[in-house]
C-alpha cells in the first residue's frame, strides 16, 4: 500500500537561499501525474506554505515547466473566494477568459487570451471596485479606451489624453489620440523626480517613426510596452519563482532616496548660491579644517535639524546653518511610496583662504 501511494500524492522541495537567510524549504504538492497545489504569497511567488496568502490548483509539466488546462486560485484563508481562474493549452498558451479579483472580492481584471495575446475588450479595476482602465485588443495590438487615476479622475477619455505606464526601473510617458500613440514619448528612470529623458520616440496617428536613446538612433520598432502585466499578478506564477522574503521575514521595503526635481548639481547650486554671499563677509583665511553639518530631509521635503558636529569656528557654524535653513524643497525620501526622513551630510572643507563643500544622503534604514 505504503508503494501505490507515492505517485498519487507526493510534495517536491525547492531549496533557496540567499547571502542573508539561511536555506528554505519551499514545497509544492503534485496529485496524480500532473495536478499540483502551489502555496503562493500575494505577488503569486512560491512561500512556504504556513504564509502562504494563495493557493494555486493546477496542472503542470515539469519537464517543459508550464502550466496546461484549467488553474484556479483560491484565497487560502477563505478558499471559496477565487482569486484568478483561467486556462492553459497543452502548450502552456493563455487562452480564453482570465478573471481575477482582489482578497476584498471585487473585480481586479476581465479579458480574453486568444494564443497568448490580448483579444477583445479588457477591464481593470482598483481595489476599491472604481475603475481603472479598459481596452480593446486584436492580435496583442491594444487602443486604450479609458484610463482612470487613483483618485477616480479620467486620464484618458475615449482614446484620448495623456498616459503612464510604470514598467518598473523605466516609466514611459506620452498623449494617446484614438486610443494609440500620437506625437513624441519620452522613458526616464522611475524614480527620478526630475524625470530626465532616457529615451525618445515619435509617433504618427499611432504608427511608430523612430526613436533614440544615448547611444544611437532606430527605426525598426517601438520599445514601449503600453500595458504592465504587474497589473495581471496571477502572470507571475508562470515564473514559478520563490519568495525573496522568507516565512515571517520583513518585506523589504523600495527605498526611494530625497532628490531635488532639477537634480543634484542643482541643489549644489543652491547651496552655493546661498552660502557664497555669507563667507565673503567673514575671514575664512586663518582656517584649515572642516566643518561638518549634520541633519535631516524632513517628510515634507524641508532641511531640518542642521547641527554641527565638528567645529573651529561657531560662528562661521552658526552662519552656514542660517544660510541653508532657506533652501528650497526636496522631494522626500520614500519608503513603499510613503514619506519618511533620511538623513543629510553638509561638508565645508577650508584651506588657504578658499572653500569648498559637499553634501550626501545617508542609507536608510529599514525597519
Not at 486556462?87 to 502552456?92: E, F, I, L, M, V
Not at 522613458?187 to 527620478?192: C, E, K, L, S
Not at 566643518?291 to 558636529?309: E, F, H, M, Q, W
Amino acid at each position: 500500500m505504503k508503494y501505490l501511494l507515492i505517485p498519487l500524492f507526493c510534495l517536491l522541495t525547492i531549496t533557496y537561499a540567499n547571502a542573508q537567510t539561511t536555506p528554505r524549504m519551499v514545497r509544492f504538492r503534485t496529485i496524480g501525474r500532473d495536478s499540483i497545489n502551489l502555496a503562493l504569497n500575494e505577488d503569486y511567488q512560491m512561500i512556504e506554505d504556513s504564509c502562504a496568502t494563495i493557493i494555486r490548483y493546477a496542472h503542470y509539466n515539469t519537464g517543459k515547466r508550464i502550466f496546461f488546462g484549467k488553474f484556479k486560485d483560491v484565497s487560502k484563508q477563505n478558499p471559496s473566494l477565487v482569486l484568478s481562474e483561467g486556462t492553459y493549452t497543452a502548450d502552456g498558451i493563455k487562452d480564453g477568459e482570465f478573471v481575477s479579483r482582489y482578497v476584498n472580492g471585487n473585480l481586479q481584471s476581465k479579458g480574453v487570451f486568444k494564443d497568448g495575446k490580448y483579444d477583445g475588450k479588457w477591464e481593470l479595476n482598483y481595489e476599491n471596485g472604481k475603475p481603472r482602465m479598459t481596452f480593446e485588443a486584436s492580435n496583442g495590438l491594444i487602443k486604450f479606451v479609458d484610463v482612470w487615476n487613483e483618485k477616480g479622475s479620467k486620464t484618458i477619455d475615449n482614446g484620448k489624453g495623456s498616459y503612464t505606464v510604470n514598467l518598473g526601473s523605466i516609466t514611459w510617458a506620452g498623449k494617446l489620440d484614438n486610443g494609440r500613440p500620437d506625437g513624441t514619448w519620452k522613458a526616464y528612470r522611475t524614480d527620478d523626480a526630475s524625470q530626465s529623458t532616457m529615451i525618445k520616440e515619435s509617433f504618427k496617428k499611432g504608427e511608430f517613426q523612430k526613436g533614440a536613446n544615448s547611444i544611437s538612433e532606430y527605426v525598426d520598432a517601438s520599445r514601449i510596452v503600453f500595458f504592465n502585466t504587474d497589473m495581471l499578478p496571477y502572470v507571475n506564477a508562470e515564473k514559478m519563482m520563490v519568495s525573496p522574503t522568507a516565512c515571517g521575514e520583513a518585506k523589504q521595503k523600495h527605498i526611494v532616496n530625497a532628490q531635488y526635481r532639477e537634480g543634484a548639481s542643482a541643489f549644489s547650486q543652491e547651496i552655493g548660491r546661498l552660502v557664497s554671499p555669507y563667507l565673503g563677509t567673514v575671514n575664512i583665511a586663518p582656517y584649515n579644517d572642516q566643518l561638518i553639518l549634520d541633519g535631516v530631509v524632513s517628510k515634507s521635503g524641508s532641511i531640518a535639524n542642521l547641527r554641527y558636529t565638528s567645529i573651529f569656528s561657531e560662528e562661521i557654524a552658526r552662519g552656514l546653518v542660517n544660510q541653508l535653513r532657506r533652501l528650497p524643497l526636496l522631494q522626500p525620501a520614500m519608503a513603499d511610496g510613503k514619506p519618511v526622513e533620511q538623513k543629510i551630510t553638509i561638508t565645508f572643507t577650508f584651506r588657504l583662504g578658499s572653500y569648498s563643500f559637499s553634501w550626501r544622503l545617508l542609507p536608510i534604514t529599514q525597519k
